[in-house]
């Protein structure tokens, strides 16, 4: 494009020609920064991305590893109940193969069935007393220790006997029961209530005792 011959035309055409000149690389500028910050902005939401998979793979852990907490529990406590029981086993074997210690005086067997029958007598009694109780017992944990202390002194009477095992077998249930009133055993729908069972094994477990001498 020619110049003009007038000076002020030709100031004004300078004058533009500079500014459009300072446009271009203005425009060059801006193009260039624009283009860093989409870039980037890319990058970031890459980054972003890339996090949000890690958080979700180690929730999901997490989520895993919190399900596998019950499991890990209930593998702890059948393992004690299983100690328990082969506990009882080895008493029972123990007490079968020991051979009887030599006669005592006449006294001394007086005074040690004595003892055996009111020893026999106070478990009776803490059972009648424990089955007339249930109704109103709401915590099952409650039960639990009076049976697990019931247990010992059983244990104690007797050196080992069949419905130790079967009190085990409760402690066990009682262990994840929530009231009495769930199922004895939850994987069948016809059995009886946790209360009903306890109260139908307490009439057994006093008739088993009041025939042990």
């Known amino acids: 494009m020619a110049e ?16 459009d000149e300072k446009m271009g690389a203005f425009s060059s500028i801006l193009e ?12 970031t939401n890459l980054k972003i991305t890339q996090l949000t998979d890690k958080i979700n793979v180690l929730d999901k852990a997490t989520i895993d590893i919190k399900s596998l907490i019950p499991q890990l529990s209930n593998v702890i406590e059948n393992q004690k109940t299983l100690e328990k029981d082969l ?32 020893k026999k007598e106070s478990i009776i009694t803490q059972l009648y007393d424990l089955k007339a109780d249930l109704e109103d017992i709401e915590d099952p944990q409650a039960v639990k220790s009076i049976l697990e202390k019931i247990k010992e002194e059983i244990f104690e009477f007797t050196g080992g006997h069949r419905i130790l095992y079967e009190i085990s077998q409760v402690l066990n249930r009682l262990n994840s029961a929530k009231s009495f009133s ?12 946790l209360e009903k069972h306890i109260k139908e094994k307490i009439t057994f477990w006093i008739n088993k005792l009041m025939v042990k001498d």
């Open 182 to 193: 769930d199922l004895f055993d939850a994987e069948k729908p016809s059995s009886e209530s």
């Open 4 to 19: 003009p011959n007038d000076p002020t035309l030709n100031d004004l055409f300078k004058s533009f020609k500079e500014f």
């Open 87 to 118: 506990d009882l086993i080895k008493s029972l074997i123990k007490n079968m193969t020991v051979s009887p210690s030599k006669k005592e005086g006449v006294e001394d067997v007086i005074e040690r069935n004595k003892s055996a029958t009111d």
């Open 32 to 43: 260039k920064f624009g283009l860093d910050i989409i870039t980037k902005m890319g990058q």
